[in-house]
């Protein structure tokens, strides 16, 4: 298993080791004792999450402002590009965001943790994405800041208008989202 740790170093990308031949492949998708060194903390996760999703298709940004979930993100079939954002206000790369491909093909995972903003937006015809989180969903704790916002300035590599929910479409701006103290 390589680590490479993105400009915001909590934000990991785990790349497997994948033993394939002419028959398939084989890796090992998850081991707790790894994980918990590559990201130099212990996590527990409580659920996972299994989201298809069709070209164009944009999900977030989301958060949770209580029960804070941090997030282990691969993707089983198609491409995203994923995208955290560091919303916890005292740290020195609050505001700031990391991105990263991810595939089937590469089966590299991302680290989200607790206290950013995750979204992706689906690159392929469709993407099937799986995530563990360290917290379970409460929708009373919900949070969305709109994908789009200015003062983040992220360039989702989009063909046209992404398909949102109605919620995403109502996403809030950065500037006046609730964050973590």
């Not at 903390?41 to 999703?53: E, G, I, L």
């Not at 079939?77 to 965001?97: C, H, L, M, N, Q």
Request: aromatic share 12%; with cysteine.
């Amino acid at each position: 298993m390589k680590v490479h740790r993105l400009d915001i170093p909590e934000v990991v990308v785990i790349e497997p080791t994948v033993f394939g031949d002419d028959r398939g492949f084989f890796f090992e998708s998850f081991n707790q004792r790894r994980f918990d060194d590559a990201i130099g903390t212990q996590a527990c996760f409580v659920q996972d999450n299994h989201s298809r999703s069709s070209k164009g298709v944009l999900r977030g940004l989301h958060y949770q402002i209580q029960q804070a979930q941090g997030k282990l993100v691969r993707v089983i079939a198609g491409e995203i590009y994923d995208v955290a954002v560091d919303i916890r206000r005292g740290s020195p790369t609050f505001g700031k965001w990391v991105a990263e491909v991810l595939s089937a093909e590469t089966k590299r995972q991302l680290w989200v943790p607790a206290g950013f903003a995750h979204g992706f937006l689906v690159l392929s015809d469709v993407a099937e994405v799986l995530y563990k989180t360290t917290d379970y969903y409460e929708s009373k704790f919900e949070r969305s800041i709109l994908w789009n916002d200015s003062a983040l300035n992220i360039p989702w590599p989009l063909q046209g208008e992404p398909l949102l929910s109605a919620k995403d479409k109502q996403g809030v701006l950065f500037a006046d989202a609730e964050v973590y103290e």
